[in-house]
């Protein structure tokens, strides 16, 4: 049995291409960003939605996890419209 060596970004242990997973990684992060805000804050799906200006059906989305229907952008998006602030930090990978 071959040892697999674990990164720091589980899709990229998943077998998602570098540019994929580090897309995946951020966006997870962001999603679960807007997860503990919802729940911090005691919000209904449909509070949240209005808070975070978009449907509910949205929020019902964001909880169950489907990363998928989410783009950066929106999530930062939605951050910005919770109050939160986004920093966003660019460093050169080891390969360059």
Same mark, same amino acid.
């Given at each position: 049995?071959?040892?697999?060596?674990?990164?720091?970004?589980?899709?990229?242990?998943?077998?998602?291409? &570098?540019? @994929? &997973?580090?897309?995946?990684?951020?966006? &997870?992060?962001?999603?679960?960003?807007?997860?503990?805000?919802?729940?911090?804050?005691?919000?209904?799906?449909?509070?949240? &939605? @209005?808070?975070?200006?978009?449907?509910?059906?949205?929020?019902?989305?964001?909880?169950?996890?489907?990363?998928?229907?989410?783009?950066?952008?929106?999530?930062?998006?939605?951050?910005?419209?919770?109050?939160?602030?986004?920093?966003?930090?660019?460093?050169?990978?080891?390969?360059?």
């Amino acid at each position: 049995m071959k040892k697999r060596v674990s990164t720091s970004n589980v899709f990229r242990d998943l077998g998602f291409g &570098a540019e @994929e &997973a580090a897309n995946l990684k951020l966006r &997870a992060m962001l999603m679960v960003e807007l997860e503990k805000y919802i729940q911090e804050k005691h919000l209904t799906q449909k509070s949240a &939605a @209005e808070r975070l200006g978009v449907t509910q059906p949205r929020i019902s989305d964001l909880m169950r996890g489907k990363i998928e229907l989410f783009s950066v952008d929106t999530l930062i998006t939605m951050l910005t419209h919770a109050g939160l602030k986004v920093d966003v930090r660019v460093r050169r990978s080891v390969a360059a």
